[in-house]
T-cell receptor
Framework: KNQVEQSPQSLIILEGKNCTLQCNYTVSPFSNLRWYKQDTGRGPVSLTI?????NTKSNGRYTATLDADTKQSSLHITASQLSDSASYICVASDQTGANNLFFGTGTRLTVIP | KAGVTQTPRYLIKTRGQQVTLSCSPI?????VSWYQQTPGQGLQFLFE???????NKGNFPGRFSGRQFSNSRSEMNVSTLELGDSALYLCASSQPGTGSKSPLHFGNGTRLTVT
């Protein structure tokens, strides 16, 4: 069964600290892995997209890694800011013609001063 | 470039009624997809339209329907509303020709509450 699991469900960190969010997927055949950031009351915003041949991709203080062999991805946030408080959603896409997307339920990150 | 626009932002309906939600994609984007987001389930795919044709459909009952117009604007309709339909409904558009790596551009959603 194609699915995406994220951990932890929620996380609280101090401003300025780093953190890492995890994503495990069982989507097959696998095409790409995406991370989205969703602020409260807003739609998700794309952070990174990686195909199975890419190991890492950065977007400012956000760095995503992908291990297609173990079917794991992580999102590392460096020097967190209050504005990083949001839900982070991992999405895996398959290679079928429909490009089906499978969504994780997200990690709720709260950055406190 | 203007982003994806969804209207209305908030809706309150009673059980049994029907509702129509609207989505205007980013100019030039011909693919529009719809999602239901609830706290427990996360984002659930409803359907995708491309050039006025439904290209893909999620596992939702027939009460959920949609359409796309020639200008790529899209609407989704939910008939005979149930309490469980209360959710944030998100629309996303993407640019054709970029294959499976097309990022989705989401609107800010319509918050539907069914009482």
């Amino acid at each position: 069964k194609n699915q995406v699991e994220q951990s932890p469900q929620s996380l609280i960190i101090l401003e300025g600290k780093n953190c890492t969010l995890q994503c495990n997927y069982t989507v097959s055949p696998f095409s790409n892995l995406r991370w989205y950031k969703q602020d409260t009351g807003r739609g998700p915003v794309s952070l990174t997209i990686m195909t199975f041949s890419e190991n890492t991709k950065s977007n400012g203080r956000y760095t995503a890694t992908l291990d297609a062999d173990t079917k794991q991805s992580s999102l590392h946030i460096t020097a967190s800011q209050l504005s990083d408080s949001a839900s982070y959603i991992c999405v895996a896409s398959d290679q079928t013609g429909a490009n089906n997307l499978f969504f994780g339920t997200g990690t709720r990150l709260t950055v406190i001063p | 470039k203007a982003g994806v626009t969804q209207t209305p932002r908030y809706l309150i309906k009673t059980r049994g009624q029907q509702v129509t939600l609207s989505c205007s994609p980013i100019s030039g984007h011909r693919s529009v997809s719809w999602y239901q987001q609830t706290p427990g389930q996360g984002l659930q795919f409803l359907f995708e339209y491309f050039s006025e044709t439904q290209r893909n459909k999620g596992n939702f009952p027939g009460r959920f329907s949609g359409r796309q117009f020639s200008n790529s604007r899209s609407e989704m309709n939910v008939s005979t509303l149930e309490l469980g339909d209360s959710a944030l409904y998100l629309c996303a558009s993407s640019q054709p020709g970029t294959g499976s790596k097309s990022p989705l551009h989401f609107g800010n959603g319509t918050r539907l509450t069914v009482t």
